[in-house]
């Protein structure tokens, strides 16, 4: 009930299309959902963040949609560029911790 | 402001030795956490800090981690006895009381236990 799974485990995307990483999570209790990424050598940083009395949030390329019925968050990175070549982590907050999902490797071809 | 600041940054000793890693949080955050990064498991939570008071260490996974906050700017992870196993990158992270979604990670230590 803690766990929150992620999927799919790594991903490759051509300059310009959309990536699209998935969540799901059984926790009801979970009140805010965010979305980590992080470069190798790095520790992860803050992306985007939505709470589930939303059904999507968007700051610039990024976006995260929320089916709070279905208990599933997706992030989406349109026009996806090499830059954004990382490690997204999805996660989700109970009292005083995140539940960390698996973690995605996203590639993006030139 | 500097962000969170670990030490060392890389790490290689023998099984056996004691390995202390060290975290300096961001000024003013009243939560710091603890994390392990290895390719099998993830990113796991070891133990959590509020006003210096650990919260839950229920993801230490053993005696021989201990981890220590004497004041609101420093905290440690000690492993002693060191294995092989316990090789992987540990992160330290902090945040600002009630902001736990908004968790600011340090550059971690790379630990290699030979």
């Known amino acids: 009930q803690q766990q929150v799974k992620q999927s799919p485990q790594s991903l490759i995307v051509q300059k310009g299309g959309i990536s699209i990483i998935n969540c799901a999570y059984e926790?009801?209790?979970?009140?805010?959902f965010p979305w980590y990424q992080q470069f190798p050598g790095k520790g992860p940083a803050l992306l985007i963040a939505?709470?589930?009395d939303v059904s999507e949030k968007k700051e610039g390329r990024f976006t995260i949609s929320f089916n709070k019925s279905a208990k599933q968050f997706s992030l989406h990175i349109m026009d996806s560029q090499p830059g954004d070549s990382a490690t997204y982590f999805c996660a989700a907050s109970t009292l005083y911790q995140l539940i960390w999902g698996a973690g995605t490797k996203l590639i993006i071809k030139p | 402001d500097a962000g969170v600041i670990q030490s060392p940054r890389h790490e290689v000793t023998e099984m056996g030795q004691e390995v202390t890693l060290r975290c300096k949080p961001i000024?003013?955050?009243?939560?710091l956490f603890w994390y392990r990064q290895t390719m099998m498991r993830g990113l796991e939570l070891l133990i959590y800090f509020n006003n210096n008071v650990p919260i839950d260490d229920s993801g230490m996974p053993e005696d021989r981690f201990s981890a220590k906050m004497p004041n609101a700017s420093f905290s440690t992870l000690k492993i002693q006895p060191s294995e092989p196993r316990d090789s992987a990158v540990y992160f330290c992270?902090?945040?600002?009381?009630?902001?736990?979604?908004?968790?600011?990670f340090g550059p971690g230590t790379r630990l290699l236990v030979l």
């Open positions: 992270a902090s945040s600002e009381m009630g902001q736990k979604e908004t968790q600011y």
């Open positions: 926790n009801t209790a979970f009140d805010y």
């Open positions: 000024s003013g955050h009243n939560s």
């Open positions: 939505i709470r589930p």
